[in-house]
Nanobody, 124 residues
Framework: QVQLVESGGGLVQPGGSLRLSCTAS????????MGWYRQVPGKQRELVAT???????????NYADSVKGRFTISRDNAKSTVFLQMNSLKPEDTAVYYC??????????????WGQGTQVTVSS
């Protein structure tokens, strides 16, 4: 069973920065997309950013409007790791952040893995 382990969360003042990391417990093949989501109590989990992976090595990124220009998603394919650089943090960014890996191919059964979540708190 693959586990996704997040790190980098914590308490930061408004305007500050944090970098989240998410690493798989073992190498994963045929990853099609990696993403970050967040959830606050009483609300549905929402997409923050995703990055797709193309067979040719390219891909694309997608961001929630609320984080565009402030957050950047990136990946390290060789290490099955995804990052989320968060700058200019606001109190409304406070949430539990979850990473997600989705994939599959003709030789790999489809999968959809989630991390356990890491708390990000933006407060003075």
């Amino acid at each position: 069973q693959v586990q996704l382990v997040e790190s980098g969360g914590g308490l930061v003042q408004p305007g500050g920065s944090l970098r989240l990391s998410c690493t798989a417990s073992r190498s994963i093949f045929s990853i099609n997309a990696m993403g970050w989501y967040r959830q606050v109590p009483g609300k549905q989990r929402e997409l923050v950013a995703t990055i797709t992976l193309a067979i040719t090595g390219g891909g694309s990124t997608n961001y929630a409007d609320s984080v565009k220009g402030r957050f950047t998603i990136s990946r390290d394919n060789a290490k099955s790791t995804v990052f989320l650089q968060m700058n200019s943090l606001k109190p409304e960014d406070t949430a539990v952040y979850y990473c997600r890996f989705r994939g599959g191919s003709y030789s790999t059964p489809p999968y959809d893995y989630w991390g356990q979540g890491t708390q990000v708190t933006v407060s003075s």
